[in-house]
Structures are given as C-alpha cells and as structure tokens.
C-alpha cells in the first residue's frame, strides 16, 4: 500500500494545471471548503474511538467483535480520507490556489516557492497526522483489554503518534519529498535539469537508495538490538547454518501493537533482519524459526536487489512510453497537444500505478511463496521440505493473521468470491494468508511441486527482465537515445 500512496501524493506534487475553484469561491472559498471535509474523516474517527472504548470498557469479552468493527471502519475512515483528498485538488480547487497563491521573486521574476507543491497533498498529510492522534485511546484500549497491563506498559500519546509517523515518513513522505526537491531543481535551475549528467544521475537514484537506505532503518525507526537469549542463539546458529551474512538482528518495540517480521538491505554490511516485540513474544520456537527463514529466503533468491532494478527500469520504461505515446498521437492529430501537454506528467505515473499493482502484484506474490518454501526448509533441515516444516510455517501465518486482526479463522477454508476479491486487493502485495497456507498444504501433500513452482518463478523474473530491457531498447533505436534520455 505505501508504493500506491506514494505515487499517488506524487501525481499531487505534479506541476499540472489543476482545474480552478467551482461556483466562483475562489481560493479562500477553496481553502475553507477544503477544511471543511476533511474534518469529516477527523469526526468520523472521534466517533469510531470513542464507540470503541466504550464497547471495551462495557464487555471485555467482546474484544474480538469490536476489533474486527474498529479495524473495517478505520479502513474505510482512511479510504474516505483518500477519497477527499482526490475531490478537494481536482474539484474544489484547493490544488489550483496553491499553484497559484505560493509565488515569490526569483531573479526578477515571479516562481513557485521551493517545495510548496507539498502543500498540496498537505491537508490529507495532516489530517492523517491527527487522525493518529485520535486513535490513540482505542488502541490503549485494545492493549489493555488484552493483556491487562497498567497505563504506562503502553506508548504515551506522543510516543504512539511517533510509532505511526515514523514509518510513514520513511516510506511515504521521503520519496515524495525527493521528488518535490527534484521539481524546485527543475525549476530553479532549468539549465542543469536538461543536462546529460543530471538525467544519468537520476536514473541511479533507486538503486543507490536501496543500497544506503537500510542503515537509516534503525535510528528512524526506533530499532533495538535483539537481546541475548535461546532465540537470538537459535537464529544466529540457522544463520550460519544457511551462510546467510547480516549486520544484527533487530527488534522494533511496538508495545504489541503489530506482528511483523522484514530483512532490509541487500550488502551484508546494511542489512538487518527485523522482528517486532509482539511477533517474538508470541510465537513458538519452530514458528519462530520459520518467520526467520522467510526472510532468509528474500535474501537468498535476491529479492530485494530484483526489485530495486525492476522499479528502475519499469519506471524508465513507463515514462519513455508514455511519452512516446503522447508524442504519436499528437504527430496523427488525435489529441491537441497545447490542451494535454500541461497534463504529461500525469499519464506516466497512472501508467506505472496500475503497472505495478497488476504486474508487480503478480510478481511479489510469487517471490512470496518463494519465501514461504524457505521458511519451511529451514525449519525442515533442508530438502525435501518436511510436513514439520510446513506445519510450522503455516501455524506462524495463522498466529500472525489472528495478531494483526485479519481472518485468521478463514484461513483454512475457501472464502467466497467477493470476499476473495476484497481480501486480495488489501494484500495485493503478498497475497491473502488464506492463499498461502492452501498452498502451503498442497506443499506438504506433494512436496516434488516445488521444483515446478522455482523454475516458473525464475521464468517470470527472466522474462520481466527481458522483455523490459527489450522494449528500453526498442524505444532508444526508434526515437533516438537523446530523445530516449529527455522522455526519462
């Protein structure tokens, strides 16, 4: 979800001429108008919590049925948020007043001030800020309702608020941030942005990002190491059992708010394998194990280097070909390209949000099993992969779908379609546990299918690859290399 949000505010940074205010308001009207619904999702969430701990505090023992009504809601508040942003930009001209309202005197003329396309998807930034803020009673709530502790086990408001943003800054506000300063370059140095050096740069950003990210993971998001104990003796023994190298295993102290585990980096120096507190205090030994194993298995088939050059190169693809789309249908006069030029920035990024939830869906879903079978080998020893092995794996998916409050009670049967199809979209990225742990079974019954589903997944990231790379090339030969470069 964070790749979908970030493409998202970025096309809301896009210097586009965004329609401006309706009905004459002009742009106090659209700045009021713009508060105005998004304290809708503000009051909405009030409402949500407030019905939440008083549910908790009336009947404890309903704590499973108000989770699963608080978590739906609060999903919806945060689709609606969403909904509200879209509809203040394109309808009621709040993206038009800040293009319009932010210019200062540059060099004897008037630009748009450093970084103020931020404000545009700013109110949908903020709002979300105090909608975590909001949240904060029910989810002591929760915590306490579970497992009965005292005020102070859990975060402070500021704390809570701080556990949430983190992340979200890392993931989300940081790329969009780049990509605000890339355009404030553009514009304040016109004659550098076009020039061969800063476009060849560019294209070396992603990767260089994915190597030298990970050693920021830990200050920014609060991770500890993983203290002395049987279970950081226990990896590190698997760890050198599977020549696997890493920098330090890591907890991230969540208060039991989550159960997670991810490997980040892809230099042994810079990489870190993470577990949250709630995930280690919960699950046995082998499930432990296995969890471990999923993320040796992204390392071990190189998942996250593939997926650093994939987005490079699909990105670079997407924006090529869309621009050479655009500039074909303006040489056969389909379009006008005075109207739809102000708007090219658009199409790219639409372009490479349903490229990547469709294709890139498909592709992470298989890695995933792919990680899914290591983690059933490591707890199996090695090959063949053991029914103990898989048992393991498939018991750790279900604790971690019933602490994260999904379904876990679906995941041994079939889900009807549209239920399916829900699921799906919410995990789009990783497929539903439910799809997994069916295939885990299949697994353990026949275990001589693996083979079958490595080489299908090693030809889906070959031929990906390939068929990127051709359709790179085939553009630079048609339109020419320099052209090729600019379109980037």
């Known amino acids: 979800m964070p790749i979908l949000i970030v493409l998202l505010l970025t096309a809301a940074c896009a210097k586009v001429p965004w329609p401006a205010p309706p009905f004459r308001i002009g742009a106090s009207g659209s ?4 508060a105005f619904l998004f304290l809708l999702p503000i009051g909405a969430t009030a409402i949500l919590t407030r019905w939440t701990t008083s549910a908790l505090k009336n009947d404890p ?3 499973a049925q108000v989770g699963t009504a608080y978590n739906r809601y609060r999903r919806l508040i945060g689709y609606a948020n969403l909904l509200i942003a879209i509809l203040t930009i394109v309808g009621l001209g709040w993206g038009w007043s800040v293009w319009h309202r932010t210019h200062i005197l540059y060099d004897g003329r008037e630009r748009i001030a450093p970084l103020a396309e931020l404000l545009v998807p700013a109110p949908y930034i903020l709002t979300i800020c105090i909608i975590w803020l909001l949240h904060y009673d029910a989810e002591r709530a929760f915590h306490e309702s579970a497992i009965g502790t005292a005020l102070h086990s859990f975060w402070t408001r500021y704390g809570h608020f701080a556990y949430n943003f983190r992340p979200f800054a890392f993931l989300v506000m940081f790329p969009v941030g780049m ?13 550098w942005a076009d020039h061969d050096i ?4 560019g294209l070396l950003v992603v990767p260089l990002l994915f190597v030298f990210l990970p050693l920021m993971v830990r200050p920014v998001l609060g991770l500890k190491p993983m203290p002395a104990g049987p279970d950081r003796d226990r990896l590190e023994s698997l760890a050198k059992t599977w020549k696997f190298r890493y920098r330090d295993l890591l907890i991230w102290p969540t208060r039991g708010g989550m159960a997670n585990a991810l490997v980040v980096g892809v230099l042994p120096r810079a990489r870190y394998i993470v577990f949250t507190d709630k995930l280690l205090d919960t699950l046995a030994p082998d499930e432990l194990d296995a969890v471990f194993g999923h993320e040796l298995g992204h390392a071990k088939h190189w998942h996250i280097p593939y997926y650093a050059a994939f987005f490079t190169v699909s990105a670079v693809a997407t924006a090529v070909g869309v621009g ?24 790219p990024l639409a372009a490479l949000g349903a490229y990547i939830f469709v ?8 890695c995933e099993r792919q990680a899914d079978i290591y983690g059933c080998r490591v707890v199996s020893g090695g090959l ?9 794996m498939i ?3 279900e604790r971690v779908a019933d602490m994260n409050g999904m379904d876990a009670a679906s995941a041994r049967k079939r889900l009807p379609l549209f239920k399916r199809f829900w699921a799906m979209l919410k995990s789009w990225q990783h497929g539903t546990i439910a799809e997994r742990i069916h295939f885990l079974v299949d697994l353990a019954e026949n275990p001589q299918m693996e083979l079958a589903v490595q080489r299908r997944t090693f030809l889906l990231r070959c031929g990906l690859f390939l068929g990127l790379f051709a359709i790179l090339i085939g553009l630079g030969f048609w339109i020419g290399w320099r052209d090729f470069a600019k379109l980037m």
């Open 359 to 366: 294709v890139f869906g498909f592709l992470s879903r298989r």
């Open 61 to 63: 023992e309903r704590r």
């Open 198 to 201: 800063t476009m060849w740069a």
């Open 31 to 34: 700045v009021g108008l713009t």
């Open 395 to 397: 018991r750790a998916l």
């Open 324 to 347: 050479v789309l655009f500039h074909e249908a303006v040489h056969a006069e389909w379009i006008d390209a005075r109207a739809w030029e102000p708007w090219a920035g658009l199409p």
């Open 179 to 191: 990509f605000s300063a890339q355009q404030t370059f553009i514009r304040y140095a016109p004659e």
């Open 384 to 392: 063949p992969v053991t029914r103990d092995g898989v048992n393991a």
